[in-house]
C-alpha cells in the first residue's frame, strides 16, 4: 500500500469511528480493526485505543456518551467552519464553496448533511487525497481546538482526533499562532445571514453516522 492510499485509508477510518454508534457502527469494527493494523504508528496508535474502548463499552454508553459529547457542547462542534466563521455570513459562503467542491469531485451529500461537518471532509479527503489534505491543514486550527477539548474533558474521541492530526504536516508558526487566539478568543459571532445553514445549537443532533449520505 502506497503512503497515499495509507493516507486515504486512515481518513476513511477515521470518518466512520466519528459516526453515531449504532449497530451499523458495530458492524464496521471488525473490518476498521484490519485496517488500522496496516497504518502508520502514529496515525494508528491513537486509533487502537479508541477501538480498545469501543470493545470494553456497551452500543448503549456509547451512544449516550457520543450524544453528550459532540451535540451539547460547543466545544465538541464537529462542524469545522464554525470554528473559523462563527454565526456569521461569511460560514454560509464557506459551507456553499464546499458543496460545490465535492460536486466537482463527484460526491453529493444528503439533504440533512452539512459539508463541513469533519466526517464528511475527511470522507472527501479519502476519495481525493492531494486536495482533501490541503482542505483539512485550511481548517487545522479549528481541528486543533476540537482535539484538545476533547482531550481536557477526557473524551475517547479525542483519540480520533489525534489520528486526524497525525496525518497532516506539522503546524507552522503563523498557523500555530492562529490556533492559539482561535483558543482564546473563540469563533467570530454575528446571529444572522446564516440561512440555508444553521449553526451547530439551533440543528438537530443526526442519528446517522454522517458519511453514510455522501455518494459519488
Excluded: I
Excluded at 500500500?1 to 459516526?19: K, V
Amino acid at each position: 500500500m502506497t503512503a497515499m492510499n495509507r493516507m486515504a485509508a486512515a481518513w476513511q477510518t477515521q470518518s466512520l469511528l466519528l459516526g453515531y454508534p449504532d449497530a451499523e457502527f458495530v458492524g464496521r469494527l471488525d473490518l476498521l480493526q484490519e485496517v488500522v493494523r496496516t497504518l502508520d504508528e502514529p496515525v494508528s496508535a491513537p486509533l487502537r485505543r479508541f477501538l480498545q474502548h469501543v470493545a470494553h463499552s456497551s452500543l448503549a454508553d456509547l451512544a449516550a456518551d457520543y450524544v453528550a459529547t459532540f451535540d451539547h457542547r460547543r466545544r465538541g462542534c464537529l462542524y469545522l467552519t464554525y470554528y473559523t466563521y462563527g454565526d456569521t455570513r461569511r460560514r454560509g459562503a464557506a459551507l456553499l464553496s464546499l458543496k460545490q467542491t465535492y460536486a466537482t469531485a463527484g460526491l453529493r451529500l444528503t439533504d440533512d448533511e452539512l459539508p463541513d461537518h469533519l466526517g464528511v471532509v475527511l470522507e472527501y479527503a479519502a476519495c481525493d487525497p492531494e486536495r482533501g489534505r490541503r482542505l483539512l491543514s485550511n481548517y487545522r486550527a479549528g481541528l486543533e481546538l476540537l482535539r484538545m477539548a476533547l482531550r481536557d474533558s477526557g473524551s475517547p474521541w479525542a483519540d480520533v482526533l489525534e489520528s486526524v492530526s497525525a496525518t497532516l504536516p506539522m503546524r507552522a508558526g503563523d498557523e500555530a499562532a492562529a490556533g492559539a487566539r482561535l483558543a482564546a478568543e473563540g469563533p467570530p459571532e454575528e446571529q444572522v445571514g446564516l440561512a440555508p445553514f444553521g449553526p451547530p445549537d439551533y440543528m438537530p443532533a443526526m442519528p446517522m453516522p454522517p458519511t453514510q449520505g455522501v455518494r459519488r
